[in-house]
């Protein structure tokens, strides 16, 4: 059992690629109740110029030594999820894991076991529950301004026709490929949304001329009275809307992708929490989405639609809540449970699409 935590708490990133980069090492030094005490780079110094105050470590083994640092977050390539938050997990350490949190459901429940035993807290780490978009949708869902929604459409659309060279992310590992690179952000979304479907149909495919991965897909999540479509592509010259949802009292539309990964790649860093309303992205006005609904039903062709303003979206607050929950203050946002979920059903997909046939939706 770990000694009840005191803030700032501190925080250990192994990894400094793009998600250490740009979705954990920033958003950590950005919560006041954490504190960026350590970077696991094996090579390179771009972790010691970006945060020339934080230790730079060349090995896991150092990270998971200092007893000083109870939070590690595994921000490394997608084969080595599942080793690395096994071996801080043992460590008696708390843990952030990156999506997917592991390329089982088999391994993803012995990580949950064995964080239980150690009694330490697992965070997949979901990121994109805290996207612009997606708070607006869940808003607009909440509010009734669209009805009972009927149908849920979720695009994650990219244009990648060659195969790149000399990444991991093109390889044929089992956690690789397109499904489990965004099939989770996609799919969490939705089961955050709306609960576990009855029924999945899944449809995974090598869509591109050379490929080692699949590197299209589409999910589709039954419901009594409710169908959700999750799909992906690296052939879309002209996305698709990122979002698109018809209800019986109306439908929203909307374009492009959250603007806090872009911001980070450009170099912008987000500020301390807690901060004002306005110091941090909003997304300008000509990128709102829109809401377009019949006032009378009975006139069904008088239409209106006017743009919604998007949510703000704000990644520091997947980290407030690690903090939070660690410091006994706050429920935990995203739970091990909700990874191991998206991890088996993404396996059912992967199943589906081998059969040809719809499943249910066993966990």
């Not at 080692?212 to 039954?222: K, S």
């Not at 946002?333 to 396996?347: H, K, Q």
């Amino acid at each position: 059992m770990t000694t009840k935590l005191t803030e700032p708490i501190s925080a250990g990133v192994i990894g400094y690629g793009l998600a250490g980069r740009v979705f954990h090492a920033p958003f950590i030094d950005a919560v006041p109740s954490l504190r960026l005490a350590a970077i696991v780079q094996r090579r390179g110094n771009e972790a010691s110029a970006a945060y020339p105050g934080v230790p730079i470590l060349r090995s896991v083994e150092d990270l998971l030594a200092d007893s000083a640092i109870p939070l590690v977050v595994v921000a490394t390539p997608n084969p080595t999820h599942y080793a690395l938050a096994k071996q801080a997990l043992q460590a008696g350490k708390h843990v952030v894991v990156d999506k997917p949190l592991t390329a089982t459901s088999a391994e993803a429940r012995e990580l949950i076991s064995l964080a239980d035993a150690k009694g330490v807290k697992l965070f997949p780490f979901h990121n994109r529950r805290w996207d612009g978009d997606y708070l607006t949708v869940k808003q607009l869902i909440s509010n009734g301004s669209l009805g009972r929604v009927v149908t849920f459409e979720s695009h994650f659309d990219r244009y990648r026709p060659l195969q790149r060279e000399n990444t991991w992310k093109e390889s044929g590992d089992l956690g690789n490929g397109m499904l489990f690179d965004l099939g989770p952000h996609l799919l969490d979304q939705a089961l955050a949304l709306f609960g576990l479907p009855d029924a999945i149909l899944g449809d995974s495919r090598e869509d591109r001329d050379t490929t080692n991965i699949d590197d299209a897909f589409d999910i589709t999540l039954f419901y009594p009275r409710l169908r959700v479509y999750l799909r992906a592509t690296m052939l879309a010259c002209d996305a698709a809307p990122r979002f698109l949802l018809h209800g019986t009292s109306g439908s929203y539309r909307k374009l492009g992708v959250d603007p806090q990964e872009p911001a980070i790649l450009g170099g912008k860093r987000p500020p301390k929490l807690p901060g004002t309303e306005n110091d941090w992205l909003h997304e300008p006005e000509k990128l709102w989405g829109l809401l377009t609904t019949a006032p009378n039903p009975a006139t069904p062709a008088n239409l209106i639609t006017q743009p919604v303003p998007t949510v703000r979206g704000d990644y520091r607050n997947f980290y407030a809540n690690v903090a939070d929950t660690l410091l006994g203050r706050a429920p935990q946002a995203v739970t091990a449970e909700d990874g191991y979920n998206v991890i088996r059903i993404l396996e059912l997909a992967r199943e589906s699409n081998r059969l040809r046939q719809a499943l249910p939706c066993k966990l």
